[in-house]
């Protein structure tokens, strides 16, 4: 059916109406809108969605309204009146089919101007658009990638758009009051969770896009994993206890810690060469004096039973051998001006007294990805190494200057925040060409769909203390509300950790006990040098040498064993808990991959029902049957703990069962994490 307004298709309802096209899809269980200024829509523009499923929405046109239904999600398009210019608008709001309560309305940021969807030219063909819905003030929002404003509740908060080091964006949010909502634009931009409304801000895009779906949180991701994808199978290694630091300087130093391992007979699943190992960035290769016969190193580590983990990072050395090749291929970043240069960086060509000013290559076009890959194969996997560490991908550009940058695809204003999603796109499909099955990338930035691409994420280069640990709870729970399942942090933090200091040791139990509940058990940090460490005064450079060099040196021990008796005992102890721990862990990931319900849950995942439930910030569950209570403050020997309405909970050390709905104290001494079993599941927790 045809009207001057509407065009109903197969697909959903296209609108036309003040010089604008306004196009409604079913898309899975839940609606894609978009909305142009130009007549046409472009469907070659960046999405984080999959091909539209083939089922088609519910579509009905009443005169001037009309409504599209899809799963249990309703838009209702109807003609409006406002003050100012236009004079006549389409309004949308979308409705819960099942209830009939609505979930999000448009609403104007002023009764004249501009409109709830806004359109402003930029140059190269794109627009600076905005999107206004109505704030409920109630309304709790969760996702939107991983933040370190330690906060687990987004409402009120202004978010930035822009992938940044430990600052991770995935727009995607969860609403209590029963939506999901994709801002499918991978643009540079802002969005405002506001009390007066909210706005979602694309300083550069070719079209408005975004997909919303109705459901409680598990329906909700669910439905998402539905349309941007499942995560693959989690290899069993990555189960187990990772050890790592900055940085294993050479093939002997990483050997006699492995070794160590083997002698002392404590778990160790994977060990990470971290950066530095290389010739030259761009280069993607071992330096051969440091690492002479990396085919022997990783036949060792396998007999072992333990697993190799490389670092690779996407920048280029203009000293690199592979430079000239890429540049004249058109396989790096551009620059609209300047040199196409984006981060003055130490290399092992610098000496000690400057930087090199490295560039990125371009992971959006395919041959790019294509041949970086075909490095990776040749020095690294030819040699048996499949675990690859995607650092500093978020770009780390310095200056941020995204309208600058021109790729493959676009330029960074419009497509920068899917670098990181491009990215390991390149190793998944690179591992499926070569015939690996299993394929996962631990990565310091994602984007909406990089779990399908086998993303691990972890939260960055955060500090050593107990306020970046508290704020790490939120960020790994809305990761998982962000649709990435595989999640983790630098144990004890990254920046600063001083080994002598009796907080930092404690922190360091604490955080290594609550990471035996997360879904990857990794060690790892950058310590401050040992003999350094142990200065009565802080030197007057950092770390007591020149600050250029002391990344490329090596910092302070980062061992279980580092630390002393009493310590090595505590760590150990959590060690053989996450072996015990390993067959239920698999499971959560088996259900993520499936389900794509995060193995690392808020409370109110599990009982959307509770009220209570919803403003819990620093408890979680892992999966269903396991409630964990990370202990957050130094020195604290007891903490309280919310027991969610609707089960039962025996604390696993006590062995004593307590009704839900209620908050109780319990003990914490330094060997003890609280951790409370669901109804009558009994898992090995404790030995």
Not at 73 to 96: C, K, N, S
Not at 377 to 400: F, M, T
Not at 403 to 430: C, D, I, Q, V
């Amino acid at each position: 059916m045809t009207t001057p307004l509407f065009t109903v298709r197969p697909d959903g309802l296209e609108c036309r109406m003040n010089r604008e096209t306004l196009l409604i899809q079913g898309w899975g269980q839940g609606l894609r809108v978009r909305a142009t200024p130009a007549r046409e829509f472009r469907d070659d523009q960046l999405s984080a969605l999959l091909p539209r499923p083939a089922a088609n929405p519910v579509v009905e046109v009443v005169g001037l309204n009309a409504s599209v239904t899809q799963g249990e999600v309703r838009a209702e398009v109807t003609m409006v009146y406002p003050h100012g210019e236009p004079r006549q608008e389409l309004h949308l709001r979308f409705i819960d089919v099942r209830t009939g309560r609505e979930l999000l309305s448009e609403q104007r940021s002023h009764f004249a101007w501009p409109g709830p969807r806004a359109f402003s030219a930029n140059a190269y063909e794109s627009w600076r658009i905005e999107a206004t819905f109505k704030s409920a003030p109630d309304e709790r929002i969760y996702g939107m990638g991983q933040r370190q404003h330690g906060r687990l509740d987004q409402k009120g908060c202004v978010l930035e758009l822009l992938q940044r080091n430990a600052e991770v964006s995935i727009p995607f949010a969860v609403s209590s009051l029963g939506y999901g909502f994709l801002w499918n634009s991978p643009a540079v931009g802002r969005v405002e969770f506001g009390h007066s409304l909210t706005r979602w801000v694309a300083d550069a895009a070719q079209q408005l896009d975004y997909w919303i779906s109705a459901g409680n949180p598990a329906e909700l991701l669910r439905n998402y994993a539905e349309v941007t994808g499942h995560a693959p199978d989690f290899p069993y290694w990555a189960s187990g206890f990772w050890q790592c630091r900055l940085r294993y300087r050479n093939q002997q130093e990483l050997l006699a810690v492995a070794r160590e391992h083997q002698r002392r007979k404590i778990p160790l699943a994977c060990i990470v060469i971290d950066f530095f190992h290389w010739t030259k960035q761009g280069e993607w290769k071992f330096d051969p004096v440091a690492w002479p016969d990396p085919a022997a190193m990783v036949a060792e580590l396998k007999a072992m039973g333990v697993e190799v983990m490389v670092s690779i990072w996407p920048t280029v050395n203009p000293n690199a051998d592979t430079y000239t090749k890429m540049n004249d291929e058109g396989w790096l970043i551009q620059a609209a001006r300047g040199m196409p240069v984006f981060k003055p960086f130490i290399d092992t060509d610098t000496g000690p007294l400057y930087k090199v000013p490295v560039t990125y290559y371009d992971p959006t076009h395919p041959q790019a990805r294509e041949f970086v890959f075909e490095q990776v194969r040749q020095n690294y996997h030819a040699y048996g190494i499949k675990g690859y560490w995607l650092d500093s991908c978020e770009p780390e550009v310095r200056p941020v200057n995204p309208e600058l940058m021109r790729l493959h695809l676009g330029t960074g204003s419009e497509l920068l925040n899917a670098y990181p999603l491009f990215h390991t796109r390149a190793f998944f499909e690179g591992m499926q060409k070569i015939g690996e099955t299993q394929a996962m990338f631990l990565c310091r930035s994602a984007w909406a769909g990089s779990q399908r691409y086998g993303c691990l994420l972890w939260s960055g280069d955060i500090r050593s203390s107990f306020q970046a640990f508290r704020d790490q709870i939120r960020g790994g729970l809305n990761a998982g509300l962000s649709g990435i399942g595989w999640w983790t942090t630098d144990i004890g933090g990254f920046y600063d950790g001083n080994g002598t200091k009796p907080e930092f040791r404690e922190l360091l139990v604490r955080w290594f006990q609550w990471a035996v509940f997360c879904p990857v058990f990794r060690l790892h940090g950058f310590r401050i040098p040992n003999d350094v460490a142990q200065l009565e005064h802080a030197p007057d450079k950092p770390y007591g040498k020149d600050s250029v060099l002391v990344f490329t040196d090596t910092g302070g021990d980062n061992e279980v064993w580092a630390w002393g008796e009493e310590i090595y005992k505590i760590l150990t102890s959590y060690m053989f808990m996450r072996e015990r721990l390993r067959p239920y862990a698999m499971q959560q990931m088996k259900t993520y991959s499936e389900t794509g319900a995060p193995p690392l849950r808020p409370l109110f995942f599990e009982f959307p029902d509770d009220p209570q439930a919803w403003t819990v910030e620093d408890q979680h569950l892992f999966g269903p049957d396991l409630l964990v209570a990370p202990v957050l403050q130094y020195l604290a020997r007891t903490r309280s703990v919310y027991l969610p309405a609707g089960s039962r909970w025996t604390d696993v050390w006590s062995g004593q069962s307590y009704a839900g709905g209620q908050r109780i104290e319990v003990a914490a001494p330094l060997e003890r994490i609280p951790v409370f079993s669901r109804d009558d599941v009994k898992l090995p927790v404790v030995g």
